[in-house]
């Protein structure tokens, strides 16, 4: 079944790989999510449901493993504790837990092995079906104020096909992503075709400069490639070769260029960083906290 058969239909699921480990975060993720990890007083993944729901993508598909009943528990209703708010006529505090009930249809399955993301997408097919979806990976959080994955879908829209956001990496750095090989189109200096894609090139090997980020919009396609794709980088499974086929078969596979504010919560400095931007900015909170910070970095540049 070809992309081309698909471009009609609408898109409205959201596949959200949340199966990992979290290493890099323990001994915290040892009985907690990390992406329950707080940014300020939000959970990580609330930021990226949220992404979802404001791209119109309010059915969401979440591919979980061991030890995630938080994840289902944050976004279920709490009725015990609305009522207590209630009581105290705390709609504030009860507007800000009703809203991560309130996102959307939140659906679940279970990746029983970690194979790789290609394999987690794959744990979505019986969900999504036959038509096109969105990937969202937790560890990539775009700001709201710079709409990425709304623009993915305008490109999917015209192009049909496979759409994934790029952004340019440090020759150094390339070797941690998938990188891309591209051709311009005449959808804007933002759009590109993809030729080819590589899973972690050796350095001094990547195509571009261009590295795939962690926004996908994909054609159903993809679930027959995921199929017959054989272990790669790492020994998993890898979402980027699947679509490297897809390219080579001739189906539409394009990207979108992305420079705006995204904050990478998959590292424990990346994460700090993103906490104390989002704080900083924060109505509320960033008045006070940007004096704070002031104060800090000068004392302790002078001491």
């Known amino acids: 079944m070809t992309s081309s058969q698909h471009t ?28 329950m990890l707080p940014l300020v007083d939000k959970p990580a993944i609330q930021y990226v449901v949220e992404e979802a729901a404001s791209a119109g993508l309010t059915d969401i598909l979440m591919i979980t493993g061991r030890n ?8 279920d209703r709490n009725y015990e504790l609305e009522s207590l708010l209630a009581k105290k006529g705390d709609t504030a505090k009860l507007a800000l837990v009703d809203a991560s009930s309130n996102l959307g249809q939140v659906h679940y399955a279970r990746q029983g092995d970690p194979k790789g993301l290609g394999h987690a997408v794959l744990c979505a097919a019986a969900h999504v079906g036959d038509e096109p979806f969105a990937v969202l990976l937790g560890d990539d959080l775009i700001d709201p104020r710079d709409p990425l994955l709304t623009r993915m879908i305008e490109v999917r829209e015209r192009f049909g096909g496979t759409v994934v956001a790029l952004t340019p990496v440090p020759a150094d750095r390339s070797h941690l992503y998938g990188c891309a090989a591209v051709e ?33 919009v994909l054609d159903p396609a993809v679930f027959d490639v995921l199929r017959e794709t054989a272990p790669g980088a790492g020994g998993e499974i890898q979402l980027t070769d699947a679509l490297n086929t897809l390219a080579a078969n001739g189906e539409p596979v394009h990207g979108v260029v992305f420079d705006g504010r995204r904050y990478d919560t998959g590292d424990r400095a990346d994460y700090l960083k993103a906490t104390v931007r989002l704080a900083a900015e924060r109505e509320d909170l960033g008045p006070e906290f940007r004096d704070w910070l002031r104060k800090f970095v000068a004392n302790e540049l002078t001491d």
């Not at 480990?21 to 990390?34: D, E, M, Q, V």
């Not at 995630?68 to 976004?75: G, M, N, S, V, Y």
């Open 184 to 216: 311009p189109t005449d959808a804007g200096e933002d759009v590109l075709r993809l030729t080819e894609l590589v899973e972690k090139p050796a350095p001094g090997t990547a195509p571009s400069s261009l590295a795939v980020i962690g926004r996908y």
């Open 68 to 75: 995630k009943r938080a994840l289902e528990d944050h976004f």
């Open 8 to 35: 009609t239909k609408p898109l409205l699921k959201a596949v959200i790989p949340a199966a990992g480990l979290g290493t890099r975060f323990l001994p915290a993720t040892k009985a907690n999510p990390k992406e």
